[in-house]
Structures are given as structure tokens and as C-alpha cells.
């Protein structure tokens, strides 16, 4: 923090009509001084990006440069018929699709109730949405397989065993969605939530009311498409965030996309390279058809903001 | 949605009186549901499953349920204590080294005049602040790893660099841990007012001075939320430090890992689930401090 204090002093004189937030390097006033804050602020940025894009363009010349053969492209070429990436991958994206479903489906009539006519259960639902950061991964995944490991030992002679086998069907481990729909919880709260907050609901719902729409067509002609932007946010957040779960799916024993790509780098280093790239080409193009998802330029900046504390799989 | 109650459209408009809502409010109510009782389930369940297979003991032989403080002992003491230890030394370490680092760059791209370099690195920021876990141990192992691009080229290893230790884990970590904080400081310093610099400026304040009775007090509750995020991210995360070291540096995530595959003596779950605990705990505690900062920088901010 020391460290931050030789910048703004020449920057402080003279910013005058410059507007909250762009604060302007200083111009006339201290000419000797004037390169200081942009010598320091080259030296800074160019620093971080060496930082930052030294391992992208390593990994991608790791990728493609085989040493005494000179530059192929066969990681990539050959991903598609290794053996598992179809699977995985498909895994990975019907998990996704269920739990962006299941995570909107719980959340949307939730918050549009809170906002509508219950404003005292707003910290209730708050607290229940935000609790899932508090708990690492890790931790809920122990709990989970204990709960797993009641149903063979106590209620194998219940209907309820059925269901504790269905839900960790190796096709389809419905376990992961719902694992993923609570880690998903607090993005999708804070993305909807910063909707609503765009978006007069009591008015919007009572005008179309009054105009004699039916409350589907409410929900879904006019309440739905304000919310656009950050129901795509929510979706996309949560998307990222099963695309790169690793340690619930991997502990629980199932092979989606994250855990295969582990499973394959001792045999295929190369592969394993390459598919991470995508995948962070994946996250950022994901990331950017989220910033332009919506035309509310509120939303717009909301959404990124959401990122911050999200609970990706580091 | 159709639970969230037809309004009569003769009622009253926005605000919702207090007639309105009592007699919307049980069904609205109804709407929420759905979302309460899946998060019970799907989430107080299995919480209520670690705390208490944590403090308690089931005999097998007889199936006897008993309460026992021995395996939170256990999860404080011996290896289990030490990955503990080195799990809140390496997340202290990499949030205060990302912490100073972000607020630099965080403080340099908002100083900047270019709006295209402050929206590229904000952008750029939130993609990389997601750029956690596998992916980015396997870029890592790509750059400086044992083969690695950067490690053949720099001949990194006769100096002594392992990227599988200490030293290594928290320069990955850094990855994610510095755009996390720009992500979080800018708007801060965003919301640092130039007015308030020109009026230190005026009362013949100078720049030091300014950062030191005006800044800095500002900040600060924005400077420690940013630390102790920071410090929770890099303390919950394990797919990370999975794929990269394995279990050579001792970390309470991959210790529950091991514990939990298998592979060791019974009893050895309810060790897990009291480190769950632990680490719910210290996680717990973590948020306690971060709300009600982020709260007072909002204050500020707005």
C-alpha cells in the first residue's frame, strides 16, 4: 500500500473538471513531473503483462512446438477422437444445461416473489443464496459423500434407496447437478438480483396487469425480458463454473470434462495443454458475449462484478 | 411463478401497503419455497452431516452413535495440523503479495486516461480471475514446469526454481489472486473523489499527507475486504494445487482429498469431515470480517 503513494501525489493538482473516476494525469502545472506517473505506470502494466501472458503464449508454443520435430498441431488435431473428450465434454455440457435450468428455475420465482409481496423473507432468501460461498468445495463434498454413504447403510430397504442410486447414475450424475446448482447459488442470486434492482417490478407487473395480461404472460412477455442481461450473466457464470469444477466430480468419482483432462496429461501432455487453452478461450468469449448480452448498460457493468467472488475451481 | 399470487389490479401501485401485503405475502411466500427447501436439503443436509459425523463416533460392531471430541483433536494435530498451517500460510502470503500487486496495477490502469486500456484490463481482469484450477496448473506446468517452455529456455532448474513446492503453488496462485483484487479495488479507487484531493490540495495537504489522512482511511475497509477475499479463495481452493503438486507441499484441501478416496484406515472420513469443519470455520470467519467491510467501503463509495 506504501507502494502506491508516488503516483497519485503528481497526478493530484489541477484535475479539476475531470470527472469522478477518471482522474487525468496532471498536465502544465508540475511539467518536471509530469513523466513520472506514466514511467511508473509503463513499468507496472508492462510488468503484469508479461506476467500474465508469458504462461498463455508458453503454454500455446508447449502445444505446438515438439522439440527435434519442429511445429505441429496434432494436440488439437487429434483432440477430437481421443479417447473420453467427446464423453467428457458432453458430460460436462449437459451438466451445465441442468443446472443452469434447475438454478434459474428455483431462483427467478424466488426474487421476483421477494421483490413483489414478500419483503421480509428477502434476507432469508439472501442468506440461503450467499451461505454456499462460506463453504469451500472441498468441505461440502465430504458432507456430501457422507450423505451419499446413509443410503446403502441405512436405507436400503426404503423406497428412499432408489433415489440415492438414481441420483448417482454414471450416465447422468444428477448428485453434480445438484451439488453444482448450490455452488451456483450465489452468482446466479447476485446477477438476478442486480436485474431486478434495474427494474421497477411492483409497476411493471401491476401495469401489465391492469392491461389484462395473464400472469404467464407476465412472467413470461414482460418480467423475462427485462431481465435478459442478467439471467444470460447467471447462465454464463454458471456454465464457466461446471465447465472447470473439478474436485466435487472427481471425489465423487465421475468423469466430466475437468477431471478427464487430468486423467489424460500423463499419457498426453500435449493434449492436456491444449484442451486448457481452449477452455480459457472458452471463458473468454463466454465472459464477452456476456458483456454485450445486454443492452442496460447497468446490467452490463454488473455482471462482470459478479465474477469477482466467484467461487471458481482453483 | 403461477404461486406468486394473481394481484387484483385495483390495488394500489409500487411500494406494496401493508393491507397489499398481507394479503399477498403467504402466497408470494410459496414462490420462494422451491428455493428454500432445496438449499435445506441440498446444502443443510450435507453441512449437517459434517458437523455431525465430525463430533461423533458410530461403533460398528454395535451401530452405537457417541459423542467424541476426538476427531477435531485429531484434525489439529500431527500432519493434519501441519496442512492446516500450510494452507493458512500460503493463502496469507499469495492474498498480501496479490493484494499490493492488484491495487499497483488496479491504481494504474484507473489513473490511466486511455478508456480502452482500463476496459481491456477490466475485461481481462474478470476473465483471468476465473482462470482457476486445472487449466491453469496445466498452462503452468506448460511454462515453468519440469519440460516447460520458460524453465528450457531460462534454464530455470540450475536456479533453483520447482514450480511442484511452495514457492511455485503461490506464484500460481498469483494468477488468479491479482486480477481477483483488481476486480475488486478498482471501483474503490474509482471512487476515490478528486474533489477531496483538490480540497486536501487547497489546505495545503500534501500528497502524502493526503493518502495518509484521507486516502488510505477511505480505502481501507476496501483494502482488507480485498485481502481477506483474497485469503478465502486462495485457502478454499484445491483443483489448483491438485493437479499440480499432488501432496508434496501440505494443504488441508488435498489432505481431506486423500482422506475422503480412500485408500486409508476407517474413521479416517470422520477426520475429513472435522477438516471440512475447520475449514468451514476459518471460511466462516473470513466472510464475517469481509460483509460488514465491504458494507463500510460502500458507504464511501457510493
Redesign the interface.
Known amino acids: 500500500m506504501a507502494a502506491m503513494t508516488p503516483t497519485p501525489a503528481p497526478t493530484a493538482p489541477d484535475t479539476g473538471a475531470a470527472p469522478a473516476g477518471t482522474t487525468a494525469p496532471a498536465p502544465a502545472s508540475r511539467p518536471g513531473r509530469r513523466p513520472r506517473p506514466r514511467v511508473w505506470r509503463g513499468a507496472v502494466l508492462l510488468l503484469a503483462g508479461a506476467y500474465f501472458l508469458v504462461p498463455l503464449i508458453a503454454s500455446f508454443v508447449f502445444t505446438v512446438h515438439v522439440p527435434g520435430q519442429g511445429i505441429s498441431f496434432e494436440a488439437y488435431t487429434q483432440l477430437l477422437s481421443a479417447d473420453g473428450f467427446t464423453e467428457s465434454m458432453l458430460l460436462s455440457l449437459g451438466l451445465a444445461a441442468a443446472t443452469i435450468a434447475l438454478s434459474l428455475l428455483l431462483a427467478v420465482p424466488a426474487l421476483v416473489a421477494v421483490r413483489l409481496g414478500s419483503p421480509r423473507l428477502r434476507p432469508v432468501v439472501e442468506v440461503m443464496c450467499m451461505l454456499p460461498l462460506v463453504v469451500p468445495p472441498i468441505a461440502l463434498v465430504t458432507g456430501i459423500t457422507t450423505v451419499l454413504r446413509w443410503g446403502p447403510e441405512h436405507l436400503s430397504r426404503t423406497p428412499f434407496y432408489q433415489t440415492f442410486l438414481a441420483v448417482q447414475n454414471e450416465q447422468f450424475p444428477v448428485v453434480l447437478v445438484l451439488a453444482y446448482t448450490v455452488l451456483a447459488l450465489p452468482f446466479v442470486y447476485r446477477s438476478l438480483d442486480a436485474g431486478l434492482r434495474a427494474v421497477d417490478v411492483p409497476t411493471l407487473v401491476e401495469a401489465a396487469r391492469s392491461c389484462g395480461a395473464s400472469w404467464p404472460y407476465v412472467v413470461l412477455r414482460v418480467l423475462l425480458p427485462n431481465l435478459r442481461s442478467s439471467l444470460a450473466g447467471a447462465a454464463f457464470l454458471t456454465l464457466a463454473l461446471v465447465l472447470g469444477e473439478f474436485t466435487i466430480a472427481s471425489l465423487l468419482g465421475f468423469r466430466p470434462f475437468a477431471v478427464w483432462i487430468v486423467t489424460i496429461s500423463g499419457a498426453h501432455a500435449r493434449m492436456s495443454v491444449a484442451v486448457s487453452i481452449l477452455s480459457l478461450l472458452i471463458t473468454w468469449l463466454l465472459l464477452l458475449v456476456l458483456s454485450r448480452a445486454g443492452t442496460n448498460p447497468a446490467t452490463v457493468s454488473s455482471a462482470p462484478r459478479t465474477s469477482p467472488t466467484s467461487r471458481k475451481e482453483s | ?7 387484483s ?1 385495483s ?1 394500489g ?4 401497503s401493508t393491507g ?2 398481507r394479503r ?2 403467504p ?6 419455497l ?3 427447501v ?2 435445506g436439503l ?2 443443510g ?6 458437523a455431525f ?1 465430525a463430533v461423533t463416533r458410530t461403533d460398528p460392531s454395535s451401530g452405537a452413535t457417541r459423542l467424541t471430541g476426538e476427531h477435531l483433536a485429531r484434525s489439529l494435530q500431527g500432519p493434519y495440523l501441519g496442512s492446516l498451517i500450510g494452507s493458512v500460510q500460503l493463502s496469507a502470503l499469495t492474498a498480501l503479495i496479490g493484494g ?2 492488484g ?3 488496479a ?7 486511455s ?1 480502452a ?1 482500463r476496459s481491456a ?4 481482469s ?11 496448473a ?7 514446469g519440469i519440460s ?3 524453465t528450457q529456455l531460462a534454464d530455470l532448474t540450475s536456479l533453483g526454481w520447482s514450480l511442484y513446492s511452495f514457492t511455485g503453488l503461490a506464484v500460481v ?4 489472486l ?3 483484487m483488481v ?2 479495488i478498482a ?1 474503490a479507487l ?2 476515490l ?3 477531496w ?2 480540497a486536501a ?1 487547497n489546505n495545503g495537504a ?3 499527507q ?2 495518509r489522512h484521507v ?2 482511511p477511505v480505502l481501507a475497509p476496501s ?1 482488507l475486504g480485498g485481502f481477506v ?1 483474497l485469503f478465502g ?1 486462495a ?6 494445487a ?2 499440480l503438486v499432488g501432496g508434496s507441499v501440505p494443504l488441508v ?1 488435498l489432505k ?2 486423500d482422506a ?2 480412500g485408500n486409508v484406515l476407517t474413521g479416517q ?1 470422520n477426520v ?2 472435522a ?3 475447520d ?2 470455520l476459518i ?2 470467519l473470513v ?1 464475517a470480517v469481509y460483509l460488514p467491510l465491504q458494507r463500510r467501503s460502500a458507504r464511501w463509495l457510493r
Open positions: 411463478m403461477s404461486p406468486s399470487t394473481p394481484a389490479h390495488e401501485t409500487a411500494g406494496g397489499r401485503r399477498r405475502g402466497r408470494t411466500w410459496l414462490a420462494a422451491p428455493l428454500l432445496f438449499t441440498c446444502f443436509v450435507p453441512l449437517g452431516a459434517i459425523g499490493v500487486l491495487v499497483l496495477i491504481q494504474a490502469v484507473v489513473t490511466s486516461r478508456q486500456l484490463a477490466l475485461t481481462a474478470g476473465v483471468l480471475a476465473n482462470f482457476g484450477g486445472v487449466p491453469l496445466f498452462a503452468f506446468i506448460a511454462t515453468v516447460g517452455v520458460v496462485y498469483l494468477y488468479f491479482i486480477p481477483l476486480l475488486v471501483p474509482d471512487g473523489r478528486p474533489q484531493r483538490e490540495q500534501t500528497g502524502r493526503f493518502w486516502g488510505l483494502l477475499l479463495t485457502f478454499a481452493a484445491h483443483a489448483t491438485a493437479a484441501t481431506i482429498a475422503l478416496s472420513e475429513a469431515l477438516l471440512g469443519l475449514m468451514i471460511a466462516g466472510m
